[in-house]
Structure formats: structure tokens, C-alpha cells
């Protein structure tokens, strides 16, 4: 079984929740199927009747909606230590569709097994419904931003919200982050045109804030960008009081 941090599913249960040893222990001991999957691969498919739940070990995805003449709504990406079809435990069909943006490790766990460790433990239990809840604070938080906000804003407060999800798991470097994200993924998730999101990223570079190059994504003044995005963190549920940006 491999090192706790080397599963930064383990890392986020422990961040959002207060688990013990031996609950932690249970958790490694998770019978897990690791598979890869290349980018742009639908790992589960609106409809389908899945019997495990899976968690990002490397990579970053996306779900998405289709409308009835083919268009495409992203609401809400995933990073590592996300499990995104942890509703799949509860629901039976599964109603969004998750696809790889970039390449990916996936962990994958029986519903049985999780089910078990839940009636073992509360603790596992609360946690994992945290992390429900959370997503469901974050599907929120994301239709305001589509809803009322104007595309400049709508694109820096989903950057401020990549970079602190990324660094609860260490997976920055100062203020810059890889996010591997087309400009036409971009468009689905923030509801605008392809050419509205080259315009949108020039006009924050311009501005100062956000540089955007080859995947990799750096913030260029923090405090100056939670406002250009209407960004409160609170949402996200993590906890910041010792996080200090680099500049």
C-alpha cells in the first residue's frame, strides 16, 4: 500500500475532517484499483449505474451536461485528492458525465467497501459527507459566478479557486499552478465563446493579474485578483488561517 502522501485523496479527508489513526488506517487499507486514462476520456457516463466511486490520484477533470442540440456546460472542475462521483455511493444513476481534461491516475473503491468503513466508523461517515457537502457549496458558489458575473470576473475567480484547491494538496509553486485546461474547456465552464476567452485572459494579463501559458497558469498579484473575481474563499471550506501567498 503506498505512503499516506502519496494519496492526496487521504490528505483532503484529513484537512476537512478530524479522523484518528486507526480511521486513517482503515482508509489506506482500501482494497484500490488504479487505472490511467488519457485526456479528453469519458471515465463515467450520464446514465450509467456505477458500483465503485474513484478518486484523482494525478490529472485534472471536469463533468459536463449536454443540452438537447449538443452543447456543453462544464460546471465544476476536479483535482487531485477530489472524488467526483462520491454522490454515486447514495444515487444510482449517475446525472453529469466525468471526463478527463489532462491525463490521469484514477483510484478506484467498491461502494461495498465504502459502505462498510461507514457503518465502522462515524467519523469516516461525516467525513465523507463533508466532502459532499462541500462539492455541493462549490456547484453553488459556481452558478452565482456564471449568473451574475461578467467574464473577466467569472475567469479570475475560477483561477483564484483552482490555485487553493491545488495547494491544499501541494500542488503549487508559489502563485503558479499547472491547469492544462483548453481555452474551449474554458468557454464551457464559464459560458462564453472561445474568442470571448482569449479576450477575457488578455485583458488579465493586461491588467496584471494572470499569465497563461502553455497549461501553466501563475497569478500575478493575489490580492488584486480575489477582488478582480469577486473572490471570498470561504465556500471552499478549507482552512487558510496558516496560508500565507507569495506575494
Not at 493579474?209 to 465556500?235: H, N, Q, T
Request: hydrophobic share 45%.
Amino acid at each position: 500500500m503506498a505512503a499516506r502522501e502519496e494519496k492526496p485523496f487521504l490528505k483532503r479527508l484529513s484537512k476537512i475532517a478530524r479522523l484518528s489513526e486507526a480511521d486513517m488506517a482503515a482508509l489506506e487499507g482500501m482494497p484500490l484499483v488504479l487505472r490511467t486514462f488519457a485526456a479528453d476520456q469519458d471515465v463515467v457516463v450520464e446514465g450509467e449505474r456505477p458500483h465503485n466511486c474513484f478518486a484523482i490520484l494525478e490529472g485534472l477533470m471536469c463533468c459536463y451536461k449536454l443540452t438537447g442540440n449538443g452543447g456543453r456546460q462544464i460546471p465544476a472542475f476536479y483535482v487531485a485528492g477530489d472524488i467526483p462521483d462520491l454522490h454515486s455511493l447514495h444515487l444510482k444513476v449517475i446525472d453529469t458525465s466525468l471526463r478527463t481534461v489532462s491525463p490521469c491516475t484514477l483510484a478506484f473503491v467498491e461502494h461495498e467497501t465504502l459502505h462498510a468503513l461507514c457503518q465502522k466508523s462515524y467519523a469516516i461517515a461525516s467525513a465523507l459527507w463533508r466532502v459532499t457537502l462541500i462539492d455541493g457549496s462549490i456547484f453553488r458558489e459556481w452558478e452565482t459566478n456564471i449568473g451574475r458575473r461578467e467574464a473577466a470576473a467569472r475567469m479570475a475567480h475560477v483561477m483564484c479557486e483552482a490555485y487553493l484547491r491545488l495547494q491544499a494538496v501541494g500542488l503549487v509553486e508559489g502563485l503558479s499552478f499547472l491547469f492544462p485546461i483548453t481555452q474551449q474547456q474554458l468557454g464551457d465552464a464559464l459560458g462564453i465563446s472561445t474568442v470571448h476567452v482569449n479576450r477575457t485572459l488578455q485583458s488579465l494579463r493586461r491588467e496584471g493579474l494572470l499569465r497563461f501559458e502553455s497549461g501553466r497558469v501563475e497569478i500575478l498579484d493575489w490580492p488584486a485578483m480575489k477582488v478582480r473575481g469577486d473572490f471570498d474563499p470561504g465556500y471552499l471550506h478549507q482552512d487558510l488561517s496558516d496560508w500565507v501567498p507569495s506575494r
